[in-house]
């Protein structure tokens, strides 16, 4: 039998990067899947205009968890435009990939991340 996950989503679930809440986030969104029940909440620090700080927690599958501790990864330090721009292939690729009944994980992931930065945007603190 083949492998399910690759080592990149093994690593991000047994040792997820930037777990938690932002303590004063400008932005806090939580999304969820009803067809599967899991659920990612991403909360967000800005400075000079770019995602400073942040976090995550995830209820869910392996993949799910995996997704939100590698999306925090990849948008810390970018401005809301470079955030903006990640889409679901690129963390695919930079996840090493998701067996077909676990990509509705970056769709969560991604679905997130666009709560977030419409959150950013809606609330004036950043352009």
Do not use: W
């Not at 040792?15 to 659920?39: F, L, M, T, W």
């Not at 909440?41 to 599958?61: D, I, P, T």
């Amino acid at each position: 039998m083949l492998a399910m996950y690759s080592a990149e989503v093994l690593d991000h679930f047994e040792h997820p990067r930037n777990p938690g809440d932002v303590a004063g986030a400008d932005a806090s969104v939580q999304v969820e899947n009803p067809a599967c029940g899991d659920v990612l909440k991403l909360s967000a620090r800005v400075g000079e205009g770019r995602l400073v700080e942040v976090r995550f927690r995830a209820k869910g599958c392996v993949p799910a968890i995996a997704c939100g501790s590698l999306l925090t990864e990849m948008v810390r330090g970018q401005t809301l435009a470079e955030a903006r721009a990640v889409s679901r292939d690129d963390l695919l690729k930079a996840i090493g990939g998701l067996p077909a009944a676990s990509g509705h994980a970056a769709h969560l992931a991604l679905d997130a991340l666009k709560a977030m930065l419409q959150e950013l945007q809606s609330t004036g603190k950043v352009k």
